[in-house]
């Protein structure tokens, strides 16, 4: 779990052609909403987002998104990304009680080498990257890592064999 402090712009138009602006200023626009608040119109600098989730946990990082001088515990809800360039168009910040259960994605990583399925050419196929949990925003797990090494070519994973951590 990581978190970080993010600076949030109000009092952006919105529209497209605002929204081309700020984005071509290195802004992102973006909306805020959750917890009984009114949905707010934000933007954020490009490279300050870049930096907050660069870190292990990735899009799953609790931000602490700063608007006006009140600070809002938040995460990314969705990212809408440009078709061809993949670069970041708009943002859904959710604000979060850091005390009550969230579902998110946590990536499977699989770790090791599995030496009888790659002495046999074999090819191990991960068909699920991602796990949905339900957790507190404090206890979101950056990743869950399961060691293939003593795989053979007749072994199959499933949901109960990952380990997943308490909370």
Known sequence: MSETILNATTGRATGSSSARRLRSEGRIPAVVYGQGMDPVSVSVDRRELRAAVSGSAGLNTILDL????????SIIKDVQRHPVRLNIEHLDFIQVDLTAQIVVNVPINLTGTAKEVNDNNGLIDQIMTELEVSTTPRNIPDEIVYDV??????????????????G
């Not at 090494?149 to 308490?166: G, R, W």
């Open 66 to 73: 700063t608007i006006d001088g009140e600070m809002y515990p």
């Open 149 to 166: 090494s003593d795989m053979d070519m007749d072994s199959t994973i499933t949901v109960a064999d990952l380990a997943i951590p308490d």
